[in-house]
């Protein structure tokens, strides 16, 4: 049967259906909207023809309510839940609840991308969330820090004079000789530092890989000076990976 991914997040709602037996990220289709255009998601799940639901929400109790309302009737529904472990990961939280059920479906679809290494997992969203996993499933711990576009908006709410910059395809010079320059520059060298510092660290441990995602991870992965691979909604390929474990 159709299984329907759902990944809602601060902003957005990311979907993907998988046909039976789909390698981890192929999907027979998939989406993403801000949460108003629910009414609009529903009728396309409906559609679909979908069997299960497997769902990760971190936008709280009415959206998950809403999502609930808007899956189609008689199907089996899942709602992931950070756990002790999961899926080969072993969640090293001091409170294995309090962890993201977001960052911990993103460790687990990094883990099932580069089994058997080192990992930093990147998610690039409204927030960043930098977590780095052991080579044997130990997920450590993470830091979280404000997105791109929230340190951009800090900027221009805060500071007189500065207009609100979102950074554009090609990256401005290190150091910009223009204002909106120079705060593209600061926020993009922000974000990709502590991708870089995490990675340093972790790297100690050996042979590492670096997995980047998030609605501005191509913003950001042009900046960064470590080897990384870009994967597009890596919590949906934890998502799958934990639904078929």
């Not at 080192?118 to 993470?142: K, Q, S, Y």
């Not at 290190?174 to 991708?195: M, Y």
Request: aromatic share 4%; proline share 6%; with cysteine.
């Amino acid at each position: 049967m159709k299984l329907l991914l759902i990944d809602a997040g601060n902003t957005r709602i990311k979907w993907a259906i998988a046909l039976p037996g789909a390698a981890l990220g192929e999907w027979e289709t998939s989406h993403a909207a801000p949460h108003a255009d629910l009414v609009d998601i529903a009728a396309a799940w409906r559609r679909a023809g979908i069997g299960r639901a497997f769902i990760a929400n971190v936008a709280g109790p009415d959206v998950r309510a809403r999502i609930a309302q808007a899956l189609p009737e008689a199907i089996t529904v899942d709602w992931f839940a950070s756990t002790h472990a999961r899926a080969g990961l072993l969640n090293g939280y001091r409170n294995p609840a309090q962890l993201g059920c977001d960052r911990f479906a993103a460790a687990i679809g990094a883990r099932a991308l580069a089994p058997g290494q080192d990992l930093i997992v990147a998610t690039c969203g409204t927030a960043t969330t930098i977590d780095a996993v052991r080579a044997d499933g130990l997920f450590i711990g993470g830091m979280i820090l404000p997105g791109l576009a929230l340190m951009a908006t800090s900027l221009a709410r805060n500071t007189a004079g500065l207009p609100q910059v979102l950074p554009g395809a090609a990256p401005p010079p290190l150091f910009g000789d223009n204002t909106d320059d120079a705060i593209v520059s600061g926020i993009l060298s922000a974000q990709a530092g502590a991708i870089e510092r995490a990675c340093a660290a972790h790297g100690t441990r050996g042979a590492s890989a670096c997995i980047v995602s998030g609605g501005a991870a191509p913003y950001i992965a042009p900046a960064l000076k470590v080897a990384h691979r870009l994967v597009d909604n890596i919590v949906l390929v934890g998502l799958h990976a934990a639904a078929a474990a």
